[in-house]
């Protein structure tokens, strides 16, 4: 082994501990970043060929050097940090949120801190926009290879909502003792109707605008009343609607059963129709009965509300972004993806806490909460950074000694060396 071997030696071990200071400066500086992942180092020997394989060589050794490499904890979880916003995101479990920076370039991050923009769209304090599937009529578009599909989300431009009566619920009591009434029934729509029992409901076209509807119920015939529903605003006057302007929207016959006064097998338990403007709006009526007491409303009730401001946005452990308007409304408006890597500590730390895909770490797969190995959403959350101080700070004291040690190697062949040069005085 020769002297000058062992000083390289040294120096290599010198820079392999400088290389490992470096690694814990950044750890330390980021102790306090949402998302990141602790760097550390990791070293290799190099080893350089002892002898020309002689006998009288082969016992020789030759020193070689140390190589550092580095690798990130990007698979080990962080603790989190409660905020007071519904936008902060944190995942728990394996994935990472997809987000694009402004040259619309796709990557991975586990820092969550969203914040609307001037336009409304989600991005953090890295300036990069989270990306996420729009959810219309209630469909989520399938997941397509790559990032295909996915769009900035944005919580501005879903500001005001009608969302339209579809259903409803309409369970009455009709008296068992009330007489049968001579045609022509309101079916008929003539001055001359004559009816049992009205009532009125209101429901919401398309465009939230309020449209009410006259129920009308009339005895045919023993345990038989005949259901007509009409549009209020076709209504000829004030107590005497008929005849409406337009035909009934719907009339269907109830048939009770004589001994419990329920309705009969054979009977319908709902009624549907379409309000002008409207969606088709169905009202169940299985509840009404016909029993020995006077008229009741037992529920009455539809779906739909008029046009309504968003109150604040609420994001699900599923990933699902809700809408939330002043009238207690929600509406779906994005599903948040979640991508999975099989190998994420492989994966290229860059810059404002990201990752990008390398050779080793596997293509990116994306699918929704609960898919394969893709971690829940947690939303008001954020997830620390891995970095232990009292752990780097004894790093660094390992770092410091080792490099103490090699610079002692250098100095002592250096020293053997002068006196090797000495050798001659």
């Known amino acids: 082994m020769s002297i000058y071997g062992m000083m390289r030696t040294s120096i290599s071990g010198m820079a392999a501990q400088a290389f490992r200071l470096t690694t814990v400066s950044d750890n330390i500086a980021n102790s ?4 990141y992942k602790r760097a550390g180092a990791e070293f290799t020997s190099l080893v350089a060929p002892g002898g020309n394989g002689s006998s009288s060589t082969a016992s020789l050794y030759e020193s070689g050097s ?12 962080g603790t989190f940090r409660f905020t007071g916003s519904s936008t902060d995101l944190a995942l728990d479990g394996d994935g990472f949120f997809v987000v694009k920076n402004e040259a619309d370039t796709p990557l991975l991050t586990r820092a969550g801190s969203f914040v609307p923009d001037g336009n409304g769209d989600l991005y953090n304090s890295a300036g990069l926009y989270l990306q996420g599937y729009p959810i219309t009529n209630g469909q989520i578009p399938n997941v397509a290879n790559g990032y295909g599909g996915l769009e900035n989300v944005n919580v501005a431009s879903i500001d005001l909502v009608a969302v339209p ?18 045609a022509p029934l309101p079916s008929a729509n003539t001055a001359a109707s004559t009816y049992s029992q009205k009532t009125s409901m209101t429901t919401f076209d398309n465009l939230g605008n309020s449209r009410v509807v006259d129920i009308y119920m009339s005895k045919s015939a023993s345990n038989t009343w005949e259901v007509t529903v009409y549009d209020q605003a076709g ?16 009339t269907t016959t109830l048939s009770f059963s004589p001994t419990d006064g329920k309705l009969t097998g054979a009977s319908p338990t709902s009624i549907a129709f379409t309000i002008p403007g409207g969606s088709p709006l169905t009202l169940d009526m299985s509840g009404t009965t016909q029993l020995g007491t006077g008229f009741l409303i037992a529920d009455a009730k539809v779906d739909g509300s008029a046009p309504s401001a968003i109150d604040h946005v609420e994001v699900r452990s599923d990933g699902t972004l809700y809408a939330a308007y002043t009238n207690g409304s929600f509406r779906a408006v994005y599903r948040i993806p979640v991508a999975t890597v099989t190998s994420p500590d492989q994966l290229t730390a860059s810059t404002g806490t990201t990752f990008t895909v390398s050779a080793n770490s596997g293509d990116p797969v994306l699918g929704f909460v609960g898919e394969g190995n893709a971690g829940r959403i947690i939303s008001s959350a954020l997830e620390q950074s891995n970095v232990d101080i009292a752990e780097e700070l004894t790093v660094m004291i390992q770092a410091q000694r080792g490099y103490s040690a090699n610079s002692k190697v250098f100095q002592t062949g250096s020293e053997v060396t002068e006196i090797a040069i000495n050798l001659k005085r």
Not at 66 to 77: E, K, N, Y
């Open 32 to 35: 306090d970043t949402d998302g």
């Open 66 to 77: 140390v190589i550092p490499h580095v690798r990130q904890t990007i698979s080990d979880q």
């Open 165 to 182: 009566s579809t259903s409803g619920t309409f369970a009455v009591n009709l008296p068992a003792g009330a007489t049968v009434v001579p």
């Open 235 to 250: 209504a000829a006057a004030v107590g005497a609607p008929f005849p409406y302007a337009s035909p009934a929207l719907a």
